[in-house]
Structure formats: structure tokens, C-alpha cells
């Protein structure tokens, strides 16, 4: 049981580049969640879903792009990247309860 | 102003003291509170669960005073292993789901 993982774990993007980050839960969650950290921030939600086939946008969602095609995976797309995207990604997933479960995060610098 | 705010620290203190940590929310729809933890460049994990009756964990007590709009953290006998940012979260549910608001995190540095 690996609970939440992310790949990549590290990204460097040249501005206007494009990329996917992918999130996989084995827990059966049907909740999940992409965040992002700035220093002086805390985690702001991008986009999350609430069971398969379905998205819906958070606190941050300009720029990036979301599916969930399958329930286990969720997919972060960014498809012309800006520094401002420079940041790390965490991916989440709960159950029934409140509680999440945060993967490793993702570090991408858009340089 | 920030929905949740905290002292962003850092509070430096000997291994055995007793610190304590506060964070104020200010929706009142918020419906459940947490601190989480946070290592360096690692990810948020639950610490606990914060109730309006006070809950304890050995040496961590979280307290929630919902007319004050007030979370607290009280760590006992610190160790070194405590070192870490703690992050202050409300649920507040609406929509769809639940949302967790994360506040910025106070960071604890435990010195031998």
C-alpha cells in the first residue's frame, strides 16, 4: 500500500513549456485534491474532485488544467508554463472523513 | 486578512520545555480543525484532530474555542524529533466538498 504518490519529483520548465503531473492513490479515496506552497503562503487549493470523471476548480486554478479519468489517478496539466508557477505541488486524497493524505510533492521550477 | 492566521515563529526552545502555539480562523462556517505537521521539504501529515472538549495525544493537547474563533497547540517535554512546522487547517465545507484552509505554518526548532 503506497497511499499517495507523485511523479515527477523534481522539474525544471523553460516558460511556455507544457507538462503533466500525475498523482496516484491506492486507498480507494474518492476525493482528490492538487495544492500548491509559496513560502509566506501556505497550501492553496488549485483544482479537486470528487469521484471519477469529475473536476472542479479551487482557490488557484488559472493556468493549470486538471482529469480524472480514472479514480485512482489525478492529473495536474500545465499547459504554458510561467515563473509564477515556479512551486511545489502536493496531491491529496481523503475518503468519507475529513482526514487528507498528502503525497511526497512535486518541485518545479519555470525558469 | 488571512481565513487562517499564525504566528509564523520560529519559536526556539531546549528539549524538555513546554511551547505552545495559537492560530485564529475567521469564517465561522468552518466546521473541523486540525494541525497537521510538516517537515522540511516534506509533505503536510495529520498530527491531530482539534474538539471543542479538548483532546490529548501523550504530549501534544489541541484545544478549540469556537467563540473566540481560536486553535491551540500545547506540545509538553519537547524533543528534538518535534522540530518541524506546524500547520493550522479548518474544514469548511461548501459546495461539492469540504475545503481545508491551511494556515502558513509556525516553525518549531527544538535545540539540545
Known amino acids: 500500500n503506497a497511499g499517495v504518490t507523485q511523479t515527477p519529483k523534481f522539474r525544471v520548465l523553460k516558460t511556455g513549456q507544457s507538462m503533466t503531473l500525475l498523482c496516484a492513490q491506492d486507498?480507494?479515496?474518492?476525493?482528490m485534491y492538487w495544492y500548491r506552497q509559496d513560502p509566506g503562503m501556505g497550501l492553496r487549493l488549485i483544482h479537486y474532485s470528487v469521484g471519477e470523471g469529475t473536476t472542479a476548480k479551487g482557490e488557484v486554478p488559472d493556468g493549470y488544467n486538471v482529469s480524472r479519468l480514472k479514480k485512482q489517478n489525478f492529473l495536474l496539466g500545465l499547459e504554458s508554463a510561467a515563473p509564477s508557477q515556479t512551486s511545489v505541488y502536493f496531491c491529496a486524497s481523503r475518503a468519507s472523513t475529513d482526514t487528507q493524505y498528502f503525497g511526497p510533492g512535486t518541485r518545479l521550477t519555470v525558469l | 486578512r488571512k481565513e487562517v492566521e499564525q504566528d509564523p515563529g520560529p519559536f526556539n526552545v531546549p528539549e524538555g520545555a513546554t511551547v505552545a502555539f495559537n492560530c485564529t480562523y475567521s469564517n465561522s462556517a468552518s466546521q473541523s480543525f486540525f494541525w497537521y505537521r510538516q517537515d522540511c521539504r516534506k509533505e503536510p501529515k495529520l498530527l491531530m484532530s482539534?474538539?471543542?472538549s479538548g483532546n490529548e495525544d501523550g504530549r501534544f493537547t489541541a484545544q478549540l474555542n469556537r467563540a473566540s474563533q481560536y486553535i491551540s497547540l500545547l506540545i509538553r517535554d519537547s524533543k528534538l524529533s518535534d522540530s518541524a512546522t506546524y500547520l493550522c487547517v479548518v474544514n469548511r465545507r461548501g459546495g461539492a466538498t469540504n475545503k481545508l484552509i491551511f494556515g502558513t505554518g509556525t516553525l518549531l526548532a527544538v535545540q539540545p
Open positions: 482539534v474538539y471543542s
Open positions: 486507498m480507494n479515496h474518492e476525493y
